[in-house]
């Protein structure tokens, strides 16, 4: 069984990591604020950029291409800010996954711990219900690793898949380029 000094020492420790988990998040949405400004500063750019193009625009042709090109630099940038965040959430959500991971194993040796214990100081045939126990603890652990790495191969894939979109933008950027350079001439 647990000591009382063992009860507050861990206490202590849950208090300290509950912190340390706070200013991660606290750290990360500084970071989210942070890209949110660049973002709208940049957003600001463009338009302006924007207007002060269209005001020299004589054909439609040349508004049409002008369109193109913003439209698709527009993309470009979603796709990096989404990007962003994605890292960002992905930095918390891994922090968060460490600690969580290192306190299942904390309290899977302070089980076992436990249950050795208590298996010592039992009655004569009780040793089938301190193996179904143990198993039912082994099982709880291979459950949780189980869900880590499905959740881990999730962020994996749409990682991936916020790549394939990005250079997906990218190509339809150096698509239009081309044509808004022709509709100048």
């Known amino acids: 069984m647990l000591t009382p000094e063992q009860v507050a020492e861990t206490r202590k420790a849950n208090l300290g990591l509950f912190f340390e988990l706070s200013n ?10 942070a890209l949110n400004a660049h973002t709208m500063r940049s957003t600001l750019e463009d338009m302006f950029g924007l207007a002060q193009k269209s005001l020299s625009i004589k054909e439609a042709q040349e508004w049409l291409a002008l369109q193109d090109s913003m439209a698709s630099l527009t993309a470009e940038r979603m796709q990096t800010y989404w990007r962003e965040v994605f890292d960002l959430m992905s930095a918390t ?7 969580g991971k290192a306190q299942c194993e904390t309290y899977g040796r302070q089980m076992k711990s436990v249950v050795e214990d208590v298996t010592r100081g039992a ?11 143990d198993s039912a603890i082994a099982a709880a652990t291979t459950l949780y690793e ?8 999730a962020v994996e894939a749409t990682r ?6 990005s250079a997906a933008a990218k190509n339809a ?3 239009v380029d081309p ?3 022709a509709a100048k001439r």
């Open 160 to 165: 991936s898949n916020l790549e394939i979109a």
């Open 93 to 99: 959500q891994a922090d968060f996954a460490r600690v």
């Open 24 to 33: 991660k998040a606290v750290d990360n949405v500084g970071k989210l604020a």
């Open 123 to 133: 009655p004569a045939g009780s040793q089938a219900t301190m193996t179904a126990l």
């Open 179 to 181: 044509a808004l350079q």
């Open 173 to 175: 950027r150096r698509a």
């Open 146 to 153: 189980t869900l880590r790495s499905t959740g881990q191969q």
